[in-house]
């Protein structure tokens, strides 16, 4: 596994962290690396979307969910980290008007997603505290916010030509529903967060059923067209 | 020179890592990590004679050094395999092993003969595609009674007795854990004239969602693999060992090249690495480099001094 | 109010928490540290009928979220039990457990003669120093033809019988996970008239010194605990929970409330904590807590509501 | 268990580690502390002699020999370790002239034992690079060093009334001989160091054999007359 120096690890709000890596090794948009910064417990690496990258640098926003982030939220600057990536298919090129739907930590990837198209709309739902709503309102021209509701509301799918969405499962269904009512196909794409082992496509513990028949999330995905997926 | 050379029937493997079926894919996606001679050999996906989907719901679980899945067998099928995947298998400079797994006599024995036909048509090419036969009876869902097939040696004979029939490739057999008789059912297996022996697949095992109150799995057992069931692997490959003489191929929990010579300790002729490959990208390569490093070190030439010794 | 009671045969438990044998002493050590009384029970290190020595070499060894021990019975005996510890556990507010183990079927019927005198006699004068017999048919190392009891249903059921036979007091047999067939050996159980079984004891597991070239343990196998083989054996309970109908302490593993949940969804009447006395000095007390703490939380206001629940 | 703060952990020589935690729970010398500062891995937590102990302050000094001691050298002040002890016998009520012999971490023990008798002689064998020597002769009024030969050699057990020894098991081994070749009892005691689980007496995981039957290294011990004990 490749070893990456901690630059930076931060508190962005109660329980999310902004880590900064000493890494080359780049990527595109809704692609994913697989972290981990112990020897045997747990036993798996992490899958952590890329919230930004920046010559030699690559960062990820994560929230404490359980033992693994918690273990990353203790890191100081100075230590190593194991990464490997980026994996993953990424977003589509997009074209004509484009929105972005986070929820909670779900936004991570839309950070990186608008310095490659600054002309996104974003919409991000929070359930109690908004944090980084700065750093999208720098890069696009409307941010909406919401708190505590559904963002999903919110929106209008008939503004838009590429609707990207990321976030709790509740969330992605409710986008397409959505979708299934205005009767669109290849408009709305979803990044799902499965548990993943390899993270490669070798597994298939993090198979997904999808009208084309059964896909890899980490590997055919984690980004797919909402119409395709088969929510368990 | 270090010779780290291992031989299942007339295969030679240049060393003992084998990647284990299930967590290897068929060896493409690790391609484009490592170069995958580097291996002594790798187990592709278990394979079954028609298409499977596989298992719904969650497929994975951690628990305290163990990985719970429950892929439930999802594979192509042998024909998509034979025409998606052996053409990438053919040229590759490692001992490439096809996992069967089946639902039924009859689709183990078909299986098998498909298996037999297309290997003897890609021999004639001058170009095999697979090297050998490592039959899995130990898949949890099979038809008869709900009882899976490595459970008892008499209804594991039956199968084995038709996959020896139907192929002249060399013949591994990959015994469950949860046998009721581990050292019957292997000697069983080499009454019946199997090369070699490979163990062991997942123990079965159970996690409970206490909020939701029900299995975390939809099949409600799952198999567990990884460093938590290395010691009773490592008692299971050394029992077998000690009980016949054909080669094996042992795995559970294996993470380090210091693993590895355990199981070389214990009796096996190989070894077969599964979970850690999703701790360790390149794991195949390290620990490949790893034994051979152990062995400088320990003045060790070839591992034929060391087979066996406890 | 919340009800934590559990109950085998006339035996009331006051919570499911009991701690089990070799892992405890004979509760001295630990009572310096909390209120036995706390517990729904102790189960004391395995007695045999003589006093023994235990192995020798190395008797302990750590492995991925496991241990390997190989204490090998060290007791002072039945009578010396009689004598030094029984009358400390005479005044115990908690269901006191013997283990009784044995090397033939006559030490067996001895030892549970021996106890059965005692406890009657001692019952004669008003106070218990036990309560429950817990038949310890899974240790390693026995003489008719090196199998231990635990492993062959039909040699099992010789040693319930005679037990069974020897005493009044309620017995549970206490299953080896390493059993031929866990299940068949269960039914067997019920049938001889157990009034409960416990497991699982220890998986016979290996650990190889690549140095010394040799295994770790002067017997070769050694007994695996811990969260490591948590999984496994809460499979094993839920399966034996399905076939059989007297109640069960289940163990294996448990490291927290939780696991103590997952254990009785499984269908155990009690648990029994093992390895995690080891982790934490106040094991027992702190999961007493926990539980009724995750019982409040959850609204579970008796162990009925969710036992076997899965 | 019980938690203590870690006020300092610094290294004194290469390997070896000066723990210093905030703890009224004091103890004898000779007698041990069980330690962790990990919650699974690895599953035990790991015996300490008390190398000092001062007010509200408990001191360790370990050699980084593996997982266990490892996460500990990596530890700052400020960071948490669980603690339980005081475990073991401790040293007996010396009488007479005393000497004590460390070899390598084995010296440990000693610290606190020439505070409470400082009187004693001290006997330290180092395989490399010697440490903490000013500690020991502040207290002492003879302190021999031995660096990568027998301290063993260097000692007349004649001169003594009560030799206490602690170290690697040939070491231990040596000292055995010595004072059988003397022939004295009751005079020569070694502090053990065998694997715990329990560290209270309750497992027999660390049962060592004696001319006086089976016992437990930590609660009859670690502290035993050597003539008692059965190397193995
Ligand atoms: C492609 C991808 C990108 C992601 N990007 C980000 C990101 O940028 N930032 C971020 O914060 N998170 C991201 N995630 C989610 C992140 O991977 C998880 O939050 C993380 O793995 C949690 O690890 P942990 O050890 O902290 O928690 P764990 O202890 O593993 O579990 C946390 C919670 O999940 C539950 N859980 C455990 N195992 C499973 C399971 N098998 N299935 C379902 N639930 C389970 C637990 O009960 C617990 O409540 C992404 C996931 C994927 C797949
Ligand atoms: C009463 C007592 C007091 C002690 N006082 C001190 C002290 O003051 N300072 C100090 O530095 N150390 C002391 N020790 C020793 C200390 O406990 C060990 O060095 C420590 O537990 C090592 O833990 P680890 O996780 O770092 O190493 P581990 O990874 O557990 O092992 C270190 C080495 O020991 C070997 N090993 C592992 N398990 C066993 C086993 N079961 N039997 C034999 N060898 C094994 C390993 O192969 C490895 O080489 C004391 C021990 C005892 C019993
Ligand atoms: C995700 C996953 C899928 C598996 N699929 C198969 C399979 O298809 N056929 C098979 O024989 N074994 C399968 N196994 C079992 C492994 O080949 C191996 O026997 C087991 O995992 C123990 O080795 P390990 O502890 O090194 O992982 C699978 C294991 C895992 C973890
Ligand atoms: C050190 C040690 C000694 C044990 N001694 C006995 C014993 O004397 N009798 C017995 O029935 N089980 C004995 N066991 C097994 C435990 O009671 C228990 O069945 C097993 O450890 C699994 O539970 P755990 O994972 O919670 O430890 C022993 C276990 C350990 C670790
Ligand atoms: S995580 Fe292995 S196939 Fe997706
Ligand atoms: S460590 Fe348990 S008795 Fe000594």
Redesign the interface.
């Known amino acids: ?1 490749a070893t990456a120096l901690i630059l930076d690890n931060i508190q962005v709000s109660p329980g999310i962290f902004l880590m900064t890596v000493q890494s080359g090794m780049g990527g595109r948009p809704g692609q994913f690396y697989m972290l ?1 910064s112990w ?7 992490r899958p952590i979307s890329i919230y930004d990258v920046e010559d030699e640098r690559v960062q990820f926003l994560y929230q404490v969910a359980g033992e693994g982030t918690r273990i990353w939220s203790r890191l100081r600057a100075g230590d190593e980290i194991g990464v ?1 990536g980026p994996y993953g298919n990424g977003f589509p090129e997009p074209s004509g008007r484009l929105a972005f739907v986070g929820g909670g930590i779900g936004l991570a990837p839309f950070n990186y997603a608008l310095k490659h198209w600054p002309g996104a709309d974003v919409y991000l739902g929070f359930s109690h505290e908004a944090y980084l709503v700065r750093e999208f309102e720098r890069l696009s021209p409307k941010v909406i916010i919401d708190i505590g509701g559904y963002i999903t509301d919110r929106i209008d799918l008939a503004e838009y030509d590429q609707v990207w969405v990321c976030g709790p499962e509740p969330m992605m269904l409710a986008m397409q529903r959505l979708n299934a009512s205005a009767g669109t196909r290849g408009k709305v794409y979803v990044s799902l967060e499965n ?13 997904i ?1 999808t009208s084309e ?2 896909k890899k999330a980490c ?1 055919d995905g984690p980004v797919f067209p909402v119409e395709e997926v088969v929510f ?1 | 020179m270090i010779d780290t050379a291992c031989r299942i029937a007339d295969v030679v493997f240049k060393n003992p890592i084998v990647m284990a079926s ?4 068929f060896g493409r ?2 391609a ?2 490592y170069d995958l001679s580097k291996l002594g050999g790798l187990s592709g ?1 278990g394979l079954t004679l028609h298409p499977k ?2 298992n ?7 628990t ?4 719970l ?1 429950s ?1 439930g067998l ?1 594979n192509p099928g042998i024909e998509r395999f034979l025409a998606e995947e052996a053409p990438f298998w053919e040229p590759l400079n490692t001992v490439r092993i096809v996992n069967l797994g089946g639902h039924s006599y009859a689709e183990y024995e078909e299986g098998a003969a498909l298996l037999e036909a297309y290997s003897l048509r890609s021999r004639v090419r001058g170009q095999a595609a697979y090297d050998l036969i490592e039959l899995n009876i130990s898949c949890p869902n099979v038809k008869e009674g709900g009882m899976a097939y490595g459970i008892h040696t008499e209804t594991a004979r039956e199968v084995v007795k038709l996959v020896r029939r139907a192929t002249t490739l060399p013949l591994v057999v990959k015994l469950s854990p949860n046998a009721h008789d581990l050292v019957g059912m292997a000697a069983m297996c080499e009454e019946e004239g199997a090369d070699g022996l490979s163990l062991v697949n997942t123990f079965s095992a159970m996690k409970i969602d206490i909020r939701k109150r029900r299995s975390v799995f939809q099949n409600k057992y799952a198999g567990l693999s ?2 938590a069931i290395k010691p009773i692997a490592l008692r299971m490959v050394h029992e077998v060992c000690q009980a016949i003489s054909i080669p094996v191929m042992g795995m559970g929990g294996i993470s380090s090249a210091e693993d590895v010579i355990e199981f070389i300790m214990a009796g096996a002729e190989t070894v077969q690495i599964g ?1 850690h ?6 794991a195949g390569e390290e620990l490949a480099a790893g034994l051979e490093a152990f062995m400088r070190l320990e003045g060790i030439r070839s591992l034929a001094e060391i087979r066996g010794i406890v």
Request: proline share 3%.
């Open positions: 596994m981990r020897r045997n417990s747990p036993l798996l690496s490997e548990r993943m082992a390899c993270g490669i496509g070798a597994c298939l513990v993090c198979s059923r028949g059964r590997s368990e | 299930g967590t290897f894919g996606e690790y484009r990590y996906k989907e596989g719904s719901g969650l497929r994975v679980w951690e305290s050094s163990g990985l899945n892929v999802e990884g460093p979970t490959n999703f701790v360790h990208l390149r």
